[in-house]
């Protein structure tokens, strides 16, 4: 096109007719963002656009003013254009219906030079996650849930083993079944076993089942879980507390698909697709071989990460709207914006489970009124603020070991969850975490 030459939009019936090949809501967006067509599919699902406007992607898809990587949002355009490849991501797109989850294929249309010119935007609604409050499944739209949810899109198709990773009360069983919702197994069972506090045999008994008169207390012959998830899903919660000895017929397990009940003799045959997570570090628990190697390998084929409460403060409203919601037994009035400010402000070494805690108990306190900060426990008001390091007088300096006492101190008082979990936070052992305690309760 020479300079100066009005642009003509890619309107013809021809490119319509070509859009309309797709089921699927479909777009041409041209190297300036501007939609150039799109088909019935897309006006039926997100209603129709006046592009003799010169519409951008962005404004239509997200109210932005701005290119999506410009409002800190991932931009597949922009990757497919930098890249001259086709390539998928999820997005959060708004809809006449509310914000909705999109699995968004981008492919370049080359020009006569050979580079990206056009590019066609395939629109698939997903359900892995909700990006509204919802009584069910996955709900948040901040960039570290986003990836995840990716994530759980590429893998969930598949039948590989898929390793949780992530804090005590992130929602890693939420995100284990929304895996199984999304795979072609959604049909089958989804079978949650806590490897917690179980002794060997009682875990072998679950997992395997057992004949009658196995062993002391055996009454009647059980059904073991790995039977109970044939077919299905398999979760295996906090694995890094299998012992070892049957780490051994877990992985066994896991590479012939075979076990035996225990007091059999009789080997089973079961299939299952294995979701696996845990709170621990499992790498470090090989190097110091309180878990099996092999068996790491076996169970972390697909790695996915699930953001604790801190990685995601964007999504605290959305989550407190949606967890008032799926409260059973409470009555709740809403909660204040004040509220929702000091809730955000917070660290929630808890993750998900705490801020529930939060807002159980702050329903009953609230009773025929909205949630506010004076519902929430002290730590919201003001308490405790003696040993706070951001309380000293101005240019007050206190030596580093006093600055340290006081953090550990003021940390403890806010963290309700397990030591375990505080000590991973701050980067230091539990041990060395516990010899710190001791010296601030010996002064």
Same mark, same amino acid.
Do not use: W
């Given at each position: 096109?020479?300079?100066?030459?009005?642009?003509?939009?890619?309107?013809?019936?021809?490119?319509?007719?070509?859009?309309?090949?797709?089921?699927?809501?479909?777009?041409?967006?041209?190297?300036?963002?501007?939609?150039?067509?799109?088909?019935?599919?897309?006006?039926?699902?997100?209603?129709?656009?006046?592009?003799?406007?010169?519409?951008?992607?962005?404004?239509?898809?997200?109210?932005?003013?701005?290119?999506?990587?410009?409002?800190?949002?991932?931009?597949?355009?922009?990757?497919?254009?930098?890249?001259?490849?086709?390539?998928?991501?999820?997005?959060?797109?708004?809809?006449?219906?509310?914000?909705?989850?999109?699995?968004?294929?981008?492919?370049?249309?080359?020009?006569?030079?050979?580079?990206?010119?056009?590019?066609?935007?395939?629109?698939?609604?997903?359900?892995?996650?909700?990006?509204?409050?919802?009584?069910?499944?996955?709900?948040?739209?901040?960039?570290?849930?986003?990836?995840?949810? /990716?994530?759980?899109? !590429?893998?969930?198709?598949?039948?590989?083993? *898929?390793?949780? #990773? &992530?804090?005590?009360? %992130?929602?890693? @069983?939420?995100?284990?079944?929304?895996?199984? /919702?999304?795979?072609? !197994?959604?049909?089958?069972?989804?079978?949650? *076993?806590?490897? #917690? &506090?179980?002794?060997? %045999?009682?875990? @072998?008994?679950?997992?395997?089942?057992?004949?009658?008169?196995?062993?002391?207390?055996?009454?009647?012959?059980?059904?073991?879980?790995?039977?109970?998830?044939?077919?299905?899903?398999?979760?295996?919660?906090?694995?890094?507390?299998?012992?070892?000895?049957?780490?051994?017929?877990?992985?066994?397990?896991?590479?012939?698909?075979?076990?035996?009940?225990?007091?059999?003799?009789?080997?089973?045959?079961?299939?299952?697709?294995?979701?696996?997570?845990?709170?621990?570090?499992?790498?470090?628990?090989?190097?110091?071989?309180?878990?099996?190697?092999?068996?790491?390998?076996?169970?972390?084929?697909?790695?996915?990460?699930?953001?604790?409460?801190?990685?995601?403060?964007?999504?605290?409203?959305?989550?407190?709207?949606?967890?008032?919601?799926?409260?059973?037994?409470?009555?709740?009035?809403?909660?204040?914006?004040?509220?929702?400010?000091?809730?955000?402000?917070?660290?929630?070494?808890?993750?998900?489970?705490?801020?529930?805690?939060?807002?159980?108990?702050?329903?009953?306190?609230?009773?025929?009124?909205?949630?506010?900060?004076?519902?929430?426990?002290?730590?919201?008001?003001?308490?405790?603020?003696?040993?706070?390091?951001?309380?000293?007088?101005?240019?007050?300096?206190?030596?580093?070991?006093?600055?340290?006492?006081?953090?550990?101190?003021?940390?403890?008082?806010?963290?309700?969850?397990?030591?375990?979990?505080?000590?991973?936070?701050?980067?230091?052992?539990?041990?060395?975490?516990?010899?710190?305690?001791?010296?601030?309760?010996?002064?």
């Amino acid at each position: 096109m020479e300079p100066g030459q009005p642009h003509v939009p890619l309107t013809s019936i021809p490119l319509k007719n070509l859009l309309n090949s797709y089921l699927e809501p479909a777009i041409l967006v041209d190297k300036n963002f501007s939609i150039q067509g799109y088909n019935d599919s897309y006006i039926s699902q997100y209603g129709d656009v006046d592009i003799s406007k010169d519409r951008k992607c962005y404004e239509i898809s997200h109210s932005f003013s701005r290119p999506c990587d410009q409002e800190g949002e991932s931009c597949p355009m922009r990757s497919c254009m930098e890249s001259g490849h086709a390539n998928k991501m999820m997005h959060v797109h708004e809809t006449s219906r509310g914000r909705e989850y999109v699995e968004v294929e981008m492919r370049p249309i080359s020009g006569e030079d050979g580079q990206p010119e056009y590019f066609l935007e395939i629109l698939k609604p997903s359900h892995i996650a909700q990006a509204t409050a919802s009584l069910v499944g996955l709900v948040g739209t901040s960039e570290p849930f986003n990836h995840m949810v /990716d994530m759980i899109r !590429r893998v969930a198709p598949s039948r590989i083993s *898929v390793f949780l #990773s &992530g804090a005590s009360g %992130t929602g890693k @069983e939420v995100v284990a079944r929304a895996i199984h /919702d999304s795979s072609d !197994r959604s049909d089958k069972p989804f079978v949650p *076993v806590e490897c #917690s &506090g179980l002794t060997e %045999t009682l875990f @072998e008994s679950e997992l395997f089942g057992h004949e009658k008169g196995a062993f002391t207390g055996a009454y009647s012959k059980k059904k073991g879980l790995v039977e109970a998830a044939h077919g299905g899903t398999l979760f295996l919660d906090e694995i890094g507390d299998v012992p070892l000895p049957l780490q051994v017929k877990l992985l066994r397990l896991l590479e012939t698909k075979t076990y035996r009940k225990v007091g059999s003799i009789d080997t089973l045959h079961t299939d299952f697709r294995l979701i696996s997570a845990t709170n621990q570090n499992l790498a470090s628990m090989v190097e110091s071989g309180a878990f099996r190697l092999d068996l790491y390998y076996r169970i972390s084929v697909f790695p996915i990460h699930v953001p604790s409460l801190k990685e995601r403060k964007k999504d605290i409203p959305l989550l407190v709207e949606t967890l008032i919601q799926r409260m059973e037994g409470f009555c709740c009035y809403g909660i204040t914006s004040q509220a929702i400010k000091a809730l955000e402000n917070y660290h929630f070494p808890g993750n998900i489970r705490e801020l529930l805690n939060f807002l159980e108990r702050a329903s009953l306190l609230a009773e025929n009124e909205p949630i506010d900060v004076k519902h929430l426990p002290e730590i919201f008001h003001g308490a405790s603020t003696d040993n706070e390091i951001d309380d000293l007088p101005e240019g007050t300096v206190v030596s580093l070991k006093e600055a340290e006492r006081r953090y550990i101190k003021q940390v403890l008082e806010r963290n309700h969850g397990d030591r375990r979990c505080l000590a991973d936070q701050l980067g230091i052992s539990e041990r060395t975490l516990y010899r710190k305690i001791e010296e601030i309760l010996g002064q």
